[in-house]
């Protein structure tokens, strides 16, 4: 790494000013409820390496077998962009660094890179370690020159380095001066607690930089929502290496969430930090990593959530079908991202007018049709439907409205008989459906886990014999929520449910006092989608 105005190439011609370290890896799965397989590990790699970070932490060698064994097996894999990094700690007290049990894990994982961290806190040395102040200098110095003896790149992971500089700065500079001393890389600025607030991170990062010859990075902890904040202005005092997380997946509040720096420092502040043009990839990346990771991916994370681009008020909507940088600060395709328009009570005609336009593309905004579908939104809104996240549902109603709709069936009755569970049986309800289409009757019964379950089988039974397409349809999530909790049994309830054909998702809406009629509109609104859907691939097909 070298100085950020020229910009440093590494082995693979890659030009970077900032070098973006990633520890989803390994400070990641310190997070609650994080705990990667080794597959998920070589596929996270995998998705890091394509979006072209500089260095992945891969794990800690002396850790546990699963380490281990993903060192072996990420060998095989050719890395285009980055570096895969080994992590561990200093030498144990009182011992050579060659006899070191964990320093030998380190090279046994067979990594160019190794990224150590040391002890930079006088009270951390004699209250954690129970050493002397003298002894960890020893630690670091000796580890990170055994190392690099044994021909490593070395990085210096100074950890509370901030908090180290508060309370002995003499001390924590002469901890750093070890590490250089050993032949380290890069002195990495751990803000371990994560207590230090981004002006202070700045300062203190420019006395190292201004001290050592040496390339500084920055490793922030989120306990005061600041990390992102922090690294940022580290870069402003000279840090040339970031780590973090991605999604800042870490332990307690977590990391640095690297999605949003690399956003940052690409977009905003104009420093290369993956190679060109793959920030575009930063949403899928992202959305593939939290689905390894079996997070839910906050909607409202900046850039890469699904909501980062999702615009609600009638007003905005409009401004932004006008002019999108009217509200949005950058352009969600710059970070691969999409943007929304949330259908609801407080949309206007614009929003409306770009659904439309999918039936119609001439329609205009002042015309009588468009008003007619907001104030049924409106009204339906009023009752408890929500439509901004019933895509489904809402396309439906602008058909219906646009006189673009035809019934599939009419439903004549449905019946539900609750049943005991039994032991040993899973069906606990039973439903009997009768339907007509186009003047023939069907009258089928379904059995289910429970009551929404029993009417879909039914229902899918009438209909197969007229429309096979519905077999392909499976429900996927079926949520319920109480509108008006005060009027206990009385109250109104709505349901959501999102279905998939296995090429489509779709979700749907129904609002009632009696929560299988609810089940029972959304049920059918799901059907009835998928239905107008196949008929139109067949027309435009036939076209
Ligand atoms: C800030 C960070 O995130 S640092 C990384 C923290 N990550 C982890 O702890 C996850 C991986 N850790 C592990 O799997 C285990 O802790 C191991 C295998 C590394 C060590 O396990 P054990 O040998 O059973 O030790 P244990 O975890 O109970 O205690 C840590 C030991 O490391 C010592 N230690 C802590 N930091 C350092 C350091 N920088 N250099 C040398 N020794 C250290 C402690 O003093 C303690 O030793 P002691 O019992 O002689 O006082
Ligand atoms: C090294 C590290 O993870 C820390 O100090 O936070």
């Not at 710059?334 to 259908?343: I, K, S, Y």
């Not at 004549?412 to 459906?433: L, M, N, R, S, W």
């Not at 339907?435 to 009258?443: K, L, R, S, T, Y």
């Amino acid at each position: 790494m070298k100085d950020q105005k020229d910009g440093a190439q590494d082995k693979n011609g890659l030009l970077r000013n900032v070098h973006i370290f990633d520890s989803t890896l390994r400070d990641g799965a310190q997070g609650e409820g994080i705990s990667f397989s080794v597959q998920d590990k070589l596929h996270i790699v995998r998705a890091l390496d394509e979006l072209g970070v500089a260095f992945i932490e891969a794990g800690n060698p002396g850790s546990n077998p699963k380490d281990l064994e993903f060192f072996e097996e990420v060998k095989k894999i050719e890395l285009s962009n980055s570096h895969l990094v080994a992590f561990g700690s200093t030498r144990r007290k009182d011992i050579d660094a060659s006899s070191d049990q964990n320093l030998r894990s380190l090279l046994a994982a067979g990594t160019e890179y190794v990224c150590i961290f040391g002890k930079t806190w006088d009270f951390h040395v004699t209250e954690i370690l129970r050493s002397t102040l003298v002894e960890n200098l020893a630690m670091i110095r000796d580890t990170v020159a055994f190392l690099v003896g044994e021909g490593r790149t070395v990085f210096y992971d100074a950890e509370h380095y901030f908090d180290a500089f508060r309370s002995n700065p003499g001390y924590a500079m002469e901890t750093l001066r070890a590490a250089a001393e050993g032949g380290a890389s890069a002195l990495v600025l751990c803000d371990t607690n994560g207590g230090t607030l981004p002006d202070d991170i700045q300062l203190m990062t420019e006395k190292v930089v201004a001290e050592f010859g040496i390339p500084v990075g920055i490793h922030c902890h989120n306990d005061t929502g600041m990390a992102v904040a922090s690294s940022i202005l580290a870069v402003k005092g000279g840090a040339v290496q970031v780590q973090g997380t991605m999604l800042g997946f870490g332990e307690r509040t977590g990391n640095a969430n690297l999605s949003t720096i690399i956003a940052n420092l690409e977009l905003k502040m104009h420093i290369p930090c993956i190679p060109a043009g793959r920030v575009a990839d930063l949403t899928p990346v992202a959305r593939r990593i939290a689905e390894i990771a079996n997070i839910n991916l906050e909607g409202g994370m900046p850039f890469v959530g699904h909501n980062a681009f999702a615009h609600k008020a009638g007003m905005h909507i409009d401004a932004v079908t006008k002019n999108s940088t009217a509200y949005e600060h950058v352009p969600p395709d710059a970070v691969g991202n999409e943007r929304t328009f949330l259908m609801s009570e407080v949309a206007g005609r614009s929003m409306i007018i770009e659904k439309i336009r999918k039936f119609d593309p001439n329609i205009k905004k002042d015309t009588p049709l468009a008003a007619q579908i907001v104030a049924r939104v409106k009204e339906l809104e009023h009752e408890g439907y929500q439509f901004e996240g019933a895509e489904g549902s809402f396309e439906l109603l602008v058909r219906k409205n646009m006189g673009k709709y035809k019934p599939f069936f009419d439903l004549h009755y449905y019946k539900i008989i609750g049943e005991q569970p039994i032991d040993d049986v899973t069906c606990t309800a039973f439903a009997q459906v009768k339907i007509g289409v186009e003047g023939e009757m069907a009258i089928t019964a379904g059995e289910g886990d429970g009551p929404v379950h029993a009417l879909d089988c039914a229902l899918r039974k009438g209909l197969e014999r007229f429309y096979p397409g519905v077999r392909q349809i499976r429900l996927t999530d079926f949520k319920v929520r109480v509108l008006d909790s005060r009027s206990a049994t009385a109250a109104k309830v709505r349901v959501l449910i999102e279905s998939t054909d296995g090429e489509e998702v779709w979700t749907t809406v129904g609002v009632s006092s009696d929560l299988i009629e609810a089940s029972w509109l959304a049920l059918v609104d799901s059907f009835e989608y998928k239905l107008i859907t196949d008929v139109e691939k067949r027309f435009r097909a036939y076209l």
